[in-house]
């Protein structure tokens, strides 16, 4: 299973993992947004900078977004009451504006860990999460969690008790899922923003555990 570290072999001198150039011509999809874009710029509808300000804007989206929605639910009674019962109200009211899109909160219990995919492309709540990782949208990930969730949890280091009953959500073009992995032991009397420190990416995806306490 692919996943974001790399062997020390496929590494630079500087550390920093290979990546080919990409000097090949650009493809039909890069061709159609330049085209799109310049044709928005010359009819009015949008100028360069506000083009460049949401770049901006969705590149400043990270995981700690959704890390601090996932420390107020552990915090917060009345919010984690929301989350669940409307998951798009409940965060644009701490300011993430998911649009259309319809967020859904999945909490794990001692007895439920929940996973999310998107089968079909690589729907993912980037408002909360920032962009998926590489593993997330490839053919691998997206068609061995629905077959075999267990296996590929173990490749990620989530090995879970046989009791521990695995749900495996797909998300859709319409449809956002965000698991809220369960509270750390040995945090009671946290606050939220020492809380948020300790909720990982790939926890919120469901492959991976927030962090320990210690």
């Known amino acids: 299973m692919p996943h974001d570290h790399h062997e020390d072999g ?37 100028t360069a900078a506000q083009i460049a300000d949401q770049i901006t804007a969705m590149d ?3 995981p700690a977004n959704g890390g601090a929605v996932v420390a107020r639910f552990w915090t917060d009674p009345a919010f984690a009451t929301a989350l669940l019962a409307d998951g798009t109200a409940a965060v644009k009211e701490m300011g993430f504006d998911l649009g259309p899109m319809h967020l859904i909160a999945l909490p794990n219990t001692e ?8 089968t079909l ?9 920032g962009l998926p ?6 053919r691998a990930y997206r068609a061995r969690t629905v077959r075999e969730p267990r296996r590929v949890l173990a490749e990620f280091g989530v090995t879970l008790p046989d009791d521990v009953q695995v749900r495996v959500h797909d998300s859709t073009a319409d ?15 946290w606050d939220a923003a020492r809380l948020a420190t300790l909720v990982t990416r790939d926890s919120m995806i469901g492959t991976g555990l927030p962090k320990s306490a210690a």
Do not use: F
């Open 111 to 118: 007895s439920l860990h929940n996973v999310v995919v998107c």
């Open 60 to 62: 400043d989206r990270t």
């Open 133 to 138: 990782p590489d593993w997330y949208k490839s």
């Open 121 to 129: 492309c690589s729907c993912y709540p980037r408002n909360l999460l």
């Open 175 to 189: 449809m956002r899922y965000l698991v809220v992995p369960q509270r750390p032991a040995g945090t009671e009397g």
């Open 10 to 46: 496929h590494l630079s001198p500087s550390g920093h993992p290979y990546r080919a150039d990409q000097d090949t011509g650009l493809s039909y999809w890069q061709t159609m947004e330049i085209a799109v874009r310049e044709l928005l710029i010359d009819k009015g509808v949008l």
